[in-house]
């Protein structure tokens, strides 16, 4: 059972960029697909980015590409989401997820692993 603990949050202003961190502990990530989802005040959670275990691959949704760039570093057994000129909307607690199998192409994720989540806030 993998744990993930995301990190980096916090109250920015339009335009500002933060990076969030997650780190994984119980076994390594480094097999395995992970992505960041986010859930604002009255929405559903929703897909932001994903990353294939060595990189290699990467997927964002739409509403962040260009802006949001995901990463890892396997021995560290981290993932990274680089965000960049940051708007209101944005706002939302942000979640890591790892993939419930080792290998697996990026558009057959299943995330079933999550962490508790780190609060991003961007005023206007």
């Known amino acids: 059972q993998v744990q993930l603990v995301e990190s980096g949050g916090g109250l920015v202003q339009a335009g500002d960029s933060l990076r969030l961190s997650c780190a994984a502990s119980?076994?390594?990530?480094?097999?395995?697909?992970m992505g960041w989802f986010r859930q604002a005040p009255g929405k559903e959670r929703e897909f932001v980015a994903a990353?294939?275990?060595?990189?290699?691959?990467?997927n964002y949704a739409d509403s962040v590409k260009g802006r949001f760039t995901i990463s890892r570093d396997n021995a560290k057994n981290m993932v990274y989401l680089q965000m960049n000129t940051l708007k209101p909307e944005d706002t939302a607690i942000y979640y890591c997820?790892?993939?419930?199998?080792?290998?697996?192409?990026?558009?057959?994720?299943?995330?079933?692993?999550w962490g508790q989540g780190t609060q991003v806030t961007v005023s206007s």
């Open positions: 990353i294939n275990y060595n990189g290699g691959r990467t």
């Open positions: 997820a790892a993939d419930r199998l080792q290998y697996r192409p990026l558009s057959n994720a299943d995330f079933r692993s």
């Open positions: 119980g076994r390594t990530v480094s097999t395995f697909t």
